[in-house]
C-alpha cells in the first residue's frame, strides 16, 4: 500500500494533488486543517485489486464502506473540510443502508465488515511507521515555532490601540485646526479692523497667545491708526524694566546665557561703567569658562584696560577662595560658560559652583535681541530652575525685528535691566527704557516687516 501526505491551502486543492498523484482510487486516510490549509492522508494499493467471489458477485453489488477519491471529488469537490466530513458521512451511511434488491444481505455484511477490518490493519500498520512518528513530531515542532513567532494576543491588541490611538488624535488634530480657521474667518468678518491690527503684530514678532490679548483691549469701533497706536502703548505697558540694578548694587554678580551672546563683552562693558563712578579699584572681574578657547585672555585684556583686576576659577573651591579675597570689592563681576540651551552643563557649572559659597550670587540672563523665537523661549525656559534677578538684551544694532525678544520678556514676566547696540567698551550699553524699544521695534517692522507694495501697512506705521 502507498502511503503519502498532501498539502494545500484549501480542500479542493489538496484533493486535486492527491488525484493527480494517486489516481481516483485513492483512499483519504485522514484530513485536518493546519497552519495556512488543509492536510490529507491519502493511500492506494495498486497491486491489489481483490475480485469478490462469483456467487456473491452474481448475488449482489456490495457497496464500498471507504469511498474512493473519484466518487467524493466527483464534479463537485467540497471547498471545506466540513463538507468533504458530510460527505464522507452520507456516503458511508448510504453504503451501510440495506438494499431491497440485494439477494444476499448477509453475504454483503460480511464482506463490509472484512474491508474494516483490512483498513484497520492498514491504519495501525501507518500509524506504528517511523515515517508517521517522525512526520507528528515535525509537525508538532513546526506549530511550535509558528506560535513563538506570532505575537500574543495581548501584543496585538495594544498595538492596534495604539494604532487608533493615533489615527483619532490626528483626527482631533485637523478639527481643532478647521474649527480655528473657522474661527478666525468669522472673527474677520465681524470685524476686519481688529483682525489686521492682530496680523500686523504676528508680522512684528509678538506670539499668537500676546498678540490676542492685547486685540482683546483693543475699542469695537477704532481704526486702523488709532488701534495701532493703542497696541504700542499696550506693548510699552507691559514690558517690566528692572532699572539699574547692578551698577547701583554692590555684591556679587554673574551673567548667564548660551554660547555667543555677548556675556564677556557685556561684562565688560558693565566694569567700565562701574569704574568710571566709583573708581577701578572696587570693581574686580572673575571667569569661570573652562571650556571656550582664550576665555581668560579675552577678559583680561580688558581688564588692563580698566584697569581692574581680572582672575580665573577652576572648580568651586578656587571661586570661593577668589571671591573671599575680593570682599572687598564693591562689586564683583563673574562670567560664565556658554552652552548650547540644550546643554545640561549650561546649568550644572554654575549651580555646582555656588554650592559652599558663603555670598549670594545675583544672576542675569543675557539673551540676542534678533534670536527667534522659539530659540529665546527655549532658552529661557533652560534657566527656569535658576533664581534669574532680570535679563540683558544683547546685539540691538543686528535686530532685523525686535518684537520677539520683547514678546518673551512679557510672556515669561522678565525684568528687563541693559541693552546693548555695539562693540565699543564702555559706550554701548544702555537702561533698557521700555518706550523706546518698543519704537525701535515699530520701525524694524515697518522697515522689514511688511512688504513695500502694502500701502496700508507703510500709511499706518508711517503715522507712529
Known amino acids: 500500500m502507498k502511503i503519502r501526505r498532501f498539502f494545500g491551502k484549501d480542500m479542493r486543492e489538496a484533493l486535486k494533488q492527491v488525484k493527480d498523484e494517486l489516481g481516483g482510487d485513492a ?25 469478490p467471489p462469483v456467487s456473491l458477485a452474481k448475488a449482489s453489488k456490495p457497496s464500498k464502506t471507504t469511498p474512493t477519491l473519484s466518487e467524493v471529488i466527483g464534479d463537485d469537490i467540497p471547498d471545506s473540510l466540513q463538507a468533504l466530513l458530510e460527505k464522507q458521512s452520507a456516503s458511508s451511511q448510504l453504503s451501510s443502508a440495506p438494499n431491497p434488491y440485494s439477494m444476499n444481505t448477509q453475504s454483503n455484511a460480511a464482506i463490509q465488515q472484512a474491508k474494516a477490518r483490512e483498513q484497520m490493519r492498514a491504519d495501525d500498520e501507518i500509524v506504528r511507521s ?69 496680523e500686523q503684530l504676528i508680522s512684528m514678532g509678538l506670539g499668537q497667545k500676546l498678540a490676542r490679548q492685547f486685540i482683546d483691549f483693543l475699542p469695537h469701533n477704532v481704526d486702523e491708526k488709532q488701534g495701532w497706536k493703542y497696541l504700542l502703548n499696550l506693548l510699552s505697558n507691559r514690558l517690566h524694566v528692572g532699572g539699574n540694578d547692578i551698577l547701583e548694587q554692590s555684591g556679587v554678580v554673574a551673567l548667564v546665557g548660551p554660547t555667543g551672546t555677548g556675556k564677556t563683552t557685556t561684562l565688560a562693558k558693565l566694569a567700565a561703567k562701574y569704574a568710571q563712578k566709583y573708581g577701578a579699584d572696587q570693581v574686580a572681574m572673575i571667569t569661570i569658562d573652562t571650556y571656550r578657547i582664550a576665555a581668560y585672555e579675552q577678559l583680561a585684556t580688558y581688564g588692563r584696560i580698566i584697569g581692574c583686576s581680572v582672575k580665573k576659577a577652576q572648580n568651586a573651591e578656587e571661586l570661593n577662595q577668589l571671591l573671599y579675597q575680593m570682599r572687598n570689592k564693591k562689586l564683583v563681576l563673574i562670567d560664565t560658560a556658554g552652552f548650547s540651551q540644550r546643554d545640561a552643563r549650561l546649568i550644572e557649572q554654575l549651580n555646582e559652583y555656588e554650592t559652599g559659597l558663603s555670598v549670594n550670587i545675583r544672576k542675569y540672563l543675557v539673551l540676542p535681541a534678533g534670536a527667534q523665537y522659539q530659540v529665546l523661549t527655549q532658552t529661557v525656559k533652560a534657566y527656569h530652575s535658576t533664581d534669574i534677578q532680570g535679563c540683558i538684551f544683547t546685539k540691538l544694532d543686528e535686530c532685523y525685528s525686535l518684537g520677539e525678544a520683547l514678546s518673551v520678556a512679557i510672556e515669561n514676566d522678565l525684568s528687563l535691566n541693559y ?33 513695500a507694495d502694502d500701502e496700508a501697512a507703510f500709511a499706518l506705521a508711517g503715522g507712529l
Open 419 to 451: 541693552v546693548t547696540d555695539g562693540q565699543r567698551v564702555p559706550e554701548d550699553i544702555k537702561l533698557a527704557d521700555s518706550a523706546n524699544l518698543t519704537l525701535v521695534a515699530a520701525k524694524l517692522h515697518k522697515k522689514y516687516g511688511v512688504h
Open 27 to 51: 483512499v483519504i486516510m485522514s484530513n485536518k486543517k493546519v497552519s495556512g490549509g488543509v492536510e490529507l492522508v491519502a493511500a492506494v494499493d495498486p497491486g491489489a485489486n481483490p475480485e
Open 130 to 198: 517511523p515515517a508517521f512518528a517522525q512526520d507528528n513530531e515535525d509537525e508538532k515542532l513546526s506549530n511550535s515555532q509558528a506560535a513563538s513567532l506570532t505575537p500574543p494576543p495581548s501584543v496585538l491588541e495594544q498595538d492596534q490601540m495604539d494604532t487608533i490611538k493615533a489615527e483619532l488624535e490626528s483626527i482631533k488634530n485637523v478639527l481643532k485646526f478647521q474649527v480655528s480657521e473657522l474661527a478666525d474667518e468669522r472673527k474677520k468678518r465681524n470685524n476686519p479692523t481688529h483682525h489686521y491690527l492682530h
